[in-house]
């Protein structure tokens, strides 16, 4: 059946009121699951913001600042960061004005503790979380994509040496930037943080789960299969 244009114009001003509505989103999966580039793309799509929590601490190593200095003795080893430094961290952040409409949580929470006390954060600020996504990826693809991960320095944009290269060597697409093998995407920390991984973040899909909040997505598939169904799960939440 042919789409006029009366009911297309009501489409439109439908997804723009989706993309303006509030929506709340954790993100969870193993490192290499492909959170980050689905959740900056999901973030251009709903007009939210991504918090990466690892993004956060890149930074703040980079700029030399305390927090840094603190954090990159765990991130060089693939261990995690002390709860009560993170949560400080996404606290402050999901605080800030422009998470009024929402946001998308990348690499929070990663520990029952982390989760417990988000849940008391969002119950006092009456900011509900609608939906926790997860990304089902077996090991070896993981070691595999993170192995080869190029990043850019500026953007945080993801590359691979042999599935997802730049136009320019060493140089990011988006934003000319240059791109870096981070330090702990070596094979020996990779395999430290699937370890960490299992044990301390693994049982959050279960806890979600038991909240009626979690979504699983096979995350073994195109990156453009998985953000359509992302997107689909999220358009209506
Ligand atoms: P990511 O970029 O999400 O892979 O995180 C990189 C590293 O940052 C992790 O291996 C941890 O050392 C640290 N990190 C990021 N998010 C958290 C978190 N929620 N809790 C503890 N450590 C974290």
Known sequence: ???NKASLIVFESFVKQRGRRKLRVIFLGPPGSGKGTQASRLSERFGIPQISTGDILRNAIVNKIGLGIKAKEYMDKGELVPDDVIIGIVGDRVNQQDCENGFILDGFPRTVVQAE?????????SIPVDVVLSLNVNEEMVVKRLC????????????HIDFNLPK??????????????RPDDEEDVVRNRLRVYKETTEPL????QQKGLL???????KIENIFKQLVSVLEVM
Not at 168 to 181: E, M, N, P, R, V
């Open 148 to 159: 080869g991960r190029m990043v850019c320095k500026d953007c945080s944009t993801n590359y």
């Open 205 to 208: 899909i279960d806890y979600y």
């Open 1 to 3: 059946m042919p789409i």
């Open 168 to 181: 320019k060597k060493g140089i990011c697409d988006q934003c000319s930037g240059k791109l870096y093998h």
């Open 215 to 221: 979504r699983a997505i096979d995350g073994e598939e």
């Open 117 to 125: 006390s988000f849940d008391k954060m969002t119950e006092e600020m």
